[in-house]
């Protein structure tokens, strides 16, 4: 357990898993808008592509 505790530090403290957790963070942020605001992004995909088909684009 002692051994585990002391690889997340080394992990956490090394420039390189700093890194990785950020990046982590902003792709769990992004799902998390995502689900969020699922409803609206697919109407508004939706209407665009509504109104290129009527424009015959």
Excluded at 3 to 29: F, Y
């Amino acid at each position: 357990m002692k051994r585990i505790k002391k690889k997340i530090v080394i992990l956490l403290c090394n420039k390189k898993g700093m890194e990785m957790v950020q990046v982590a963070i902003l792709v769990a942020i992004a799902v998390a808008v995502g689900i969020i605001f699922k409803s609206s992004i697919v109407d508004f995909v939706n209407r665009i592509f509504g109104n290129l088909d009527a424009a015959n684009f």
